[in-house]
């Protein structure tokens, strides 16, 4: 199990997207919320969902789950 974040901050990304990132992420934001531990990134993105519409992975940390 990962431990997950979402960025509250939308504006650092292209598309103004809330992304999700996983523990270790070489990119992970100073402003975030932990979404808690889970067994793959698509959990994780769904939890994000009820803090935030517009959510996508991080590009860099969970590729699999980065769709925009």
């Known amino acids: 199990m990962d431990e997950y974040w979402v960025n509250n901050n ?27 531990f889970y067994n793959d990134c698509e959990s994780a993105v769904q939890k ?6 517009r959510v996508d992975g991080c590009i860099r940390c969970i590729p699999e789950c980065h769709t925009s």
Do not use: Q
Request: hydrophobic share 25%; net charge negative; charged share 25%.
């Open 48 to 53: 994000a969902r009820e803090y935030y519409l």
């Open 10 to 36: 939308a504006d650092t990304n292209p598309h103004n997207d809330h992304e999700v990132h996983k523990e270790g992420c070489p990119v992970m934001p100073n402003d975030k919320i932990p979404l808690g």
